[in-house]
């Protein structure tokens, strides 16, 4: 899908949208809000860090404006879901003022990670692009991973003292 098609698919859906932001969601690995009614101003949500221990939320927005005001709502319900980053994904590009708030939001870190901020602007355009590295969050827990045996072929042949040729 295109941004054209992407936009057809908003224009299409029904007047709540939730199949649209259900889609969009997904665009960038996060799971959509699945309870039903009012949600809120959260539309989907991810743990992340090393062992999952952190929340982020996301907040679909389609319309042709997105404003200051869509920022600072998502900043409120950040706080009050208890997240430590809030990604507001648009259909269309942000004003000016909107990126300069989430700038102002400041940064989460996790130690050993490089900090991401703490309130993050994502379009459309780019989470099709770039699916889920358009959303910066901490990267996954880089501890070394014990390898698992080697396991031997089936009738593998061996030599005079049992040992695989």
Known sequence: ?????????FDRDDKTKKEFEKWAVTRIGFLPQTKKGADGGMDGMRWFGPRE?????????GGK????EMVRSLD????????????????ERPTEAAHDWARQGG?????GFQPVPRLQIVTIEEALALRERAVRLPA?????VKA????????AVRDLFGEPS
Not at 1 to 9: K, P
Not at 107 to 111: D, L, S, Y
Not at 140 to 144: E, G, Q
Not at 148 to 155: Q, R, T, V
């Open 148 to 155: 698992a045996p080697k396991e031997e072929a089936k009738g």
């Open 76 to 91: 409120a319900v950040v706080k009050a879901q208890k997240a430590q980053v809030g990604v507001l994904l648009s259909l």
């Open 107 to 111: 940064v989460f870190e996790v130690e």
């Open 140 to 144: 996954l827990s880089a501890a070394p």
């Open 53 to 61: 221990e952190h929340k982020a939320i996301v907040s679909v927005k």
């Open 1 to 9: 899908m295109d941004l054209d098609a992407a936009r057809d698919f």
């Open 65 to 68: 404006t997105v404003n200051v």
